[in-house]
C-alpha cells in the first residue's frame, strides 16, 4: 500500500509540474500575443498615416483607374487589379496590390492626362489585366489559366509576373516553370 501511495504522490506531483509548465507557457504565448497584437496595431496606424501622406484615404474598389502602360492606355476597375490580396496562396498581397491600391496614388508617376504612367510593354499588360478580369469574373472551379499572349512577348510577360508578385497563382507558376525549361 505505502508503494500505492508514494507512486500517487509521486504521480501528483508531476501533474502538478506539468500543470504548473503548461501554466507557463500559455502565459508566456499570451504576453506574445498581446506584444503581436500592439505590433499590428502601430503597423496598421503607420499604414494609415502613410496612406494619408501618400495616396487616396478614399480609395475605392469600384474606382476606375486609367493606365498609359507605354502610350496604351487601360482602363480597370482597383478593386480588379487588386483581387489578388486575400488569395489562400498568397501570403501577403502581391505588388500589383500595392501599386494600386490607393496607399500610393500621390507617387505614382502620372502622364499628361492625369492616368498612371507605367513604362511597360502596353500588349503585355493588357494580357494581365484581361487575366485579372477573367479571374474576378470566374467561378472557384473554373479559373483562368494563364494570360495570354503572342509567342514573342512571352518571356516579357513571364518577366512582368514576377516583377508584380503574381508568380505565386499556380497557374502562373506553372507558366513560368514551361517557359524557363523551353529556354534550356
Known amino acids: 500500500m505505502d508503494q500505492l501511495e508514494s507512486a500517487k504522490k ?3 506531483t508531476a501533474l502538478d509540474e506539468h500543470e504548473r509548465a503548461c501554466g507557463n507557457i500559455i502565459h508566456e504565448q499570451d504576453e506574445m500575443e498581446s506584444k503581436l497584437l500592439e505590433r499590428l ?4 496606424e503607420n499604414k494609415l498615416k502613410c496612406t494619408a501622406e501618400n495616396g487616396n484615404m478614399n480609395a475605392s474598389d469600384n474606382d476606375l483607374i486609367e493606365i498609359n502602360a507605354a502610350g496604351k492606355i487601360i482602363a480597370a476597375k482597383r478593386g480588379t487589379l487588386c ?6 496562396n498568397l501570403t501577403k498581397g502581391t505588388r ?5 491600391s490607393g496607399r500610393w496614388d500621390k507617387k ?3 502622364d499628361g492626362s492625369g492616368r498612371i504612367f507605367l513604362d511597360v510593354n502596353g500588349d503585355c499588360f493588357q494580357a494581365i489585366v484581361d487575366y485579372l478580369n477573367e479571374l474576378a ?5 473554373e479559373r483562368p489559366i494563364t494570360p495570354t499572349i503572342e509567342d514573342d512577348y512571352k518571356p516579357i510577360l513571364a518577366q512582368y509576373m514576377m516583377l508584380f ?5 499556380p497557374q502562373i507558376s506553372q507558366l513560368l516553370k514551361h517557359q524557363e525549361k523551353r529556354r534550356q
Open 10 to 12: 509521486k504521480l501528483k
Open 41 to 44: 496595431k502601430l503597423l496598421d
Open 83 to 88: 483581387q489578388l490580396k486575400g488569395m489562400k
Open 96 to 100: 500589383f496590390e500595392a501599386l494600386f
Open 108 to 110: 505614382l508617376l502620372r
Open 137 to 141: 469574373i470566374s467561378s472557384e472551379d
Open 165 to 169: 508578385g503574381l508568380t505565386a497563382i
